[in-house]
């Protein structure tokens, strides 16, 4: 069963840049799309954007100019950086497995989440 | 691209069946046959519950099953139970490798 566990601060100060990683475990990050999605306090959930093991993105368009994705084949992680941060960012940050190359339009796995706070 | 419209909150009593719409567009739920539903409890990550619309992963009891019509899915619970209570969100494809959740519906078990 593949696991996902996210890591990064917890607070980050307006107008900078929020950096996350998502480590899997019990499978192979190769072969598979992964995704961020958030959810502020009380709110509904937002699809951030996805990366394929071999490093291709796709992002929400409303976010798409302060987003960047990464992989990291050797250590089985992917990464999200998010830039010029404002209050309206914080939310937990899921990071989830979403799916194979023309298979899975659905995210079965995610990670525990972990709260991002944008705050001086 | 906008979030999809589900209720705010859907309630039922144990044994009862309750039915949550996700209303999008045709350029989502109605394009696409790619809508997933997600439970959520308290403090808890998102869990999938239903994908391309109708079909269940494994482990996921048969009394959760999901439908669509034109620009509107939806979700029944079948034989409502008090572990149901919580968090349920829908997702659909929008196009160009992108995806759109709703805002969430809340079902309360009576």
């Known amino acids: 069963q593949v696991q996902l566990q996210e890591s990064g601060p917890g607070l980050v100060k307006p107008s900078e840049t929020l950096s996350l990683s998502c480590t899997v475990s019990?499978?192979?990050?190769?072969?598979?799309?992964w995704s961020w999605i958030r959810q502020p306090a009380g709110k509904g959930l937002e699809w951030i954007g996805r990366?394929?093991?071999?490093?291709?993105?796709n992002y929400n368009p409303s976010l798409k100019s302060r987003v960047t994705m990464s992989v990291d084949r050797s250590k089985n992680q992917f990464s999200l950086r998010l830039n010029s941060l404002t209050a309206a960012d914080t939310a937990i940050y899921y990071c989830?497995?979403?799916?194979?190359?023309?298979?899975?339009?659905?995210?079965?796995?995610w990670g525990q989440g972990t709260l991002v706070t944008v705050s001086s | 691209q906008s979030a999809l419209t589900q209720p705010r909150s859907v309630s039922g009593s144990p044994g009862q069946s309750v039915t949550i719409s996700c209303t999008g567009t045709?350029?989502?739920?109605?394009?696409?046959?790619?809508v997933s539903w997600y439970q959520q409890h308290p403090g808890k990550a998102p869990k999938l519950m239903i994908y391309d619309v109708i079909k269940g992963p494994s482990g996921v009891p048969d009394r959760f099953s999901g439908s669509k019509s034109a620009n509107t899915a939806s979700l029944t619970i079948s034989g409502l139970r008090a572990e149901d209570e919580a968090d349920y969100y829908c997702c659909s494809y929008a196009g160009s490798y992108t995806w759109v959740f709703g805002g969430g519906t809340k079902v309360t078990v009576l």
């Open positions: 990366i394929y093991s071999s490093g291709s993105t």
């Open positions: 989830a497995r979403a799916g194979t190359p023309g298979s899975g339009y659905y995210f079965d796995n």
């Open positions: 019990g499978g192979s990050i190769t072969t598979q799309y």
């Open positions: 045709s350029s989502d739920v109605g394009a696409y046959n790619f």
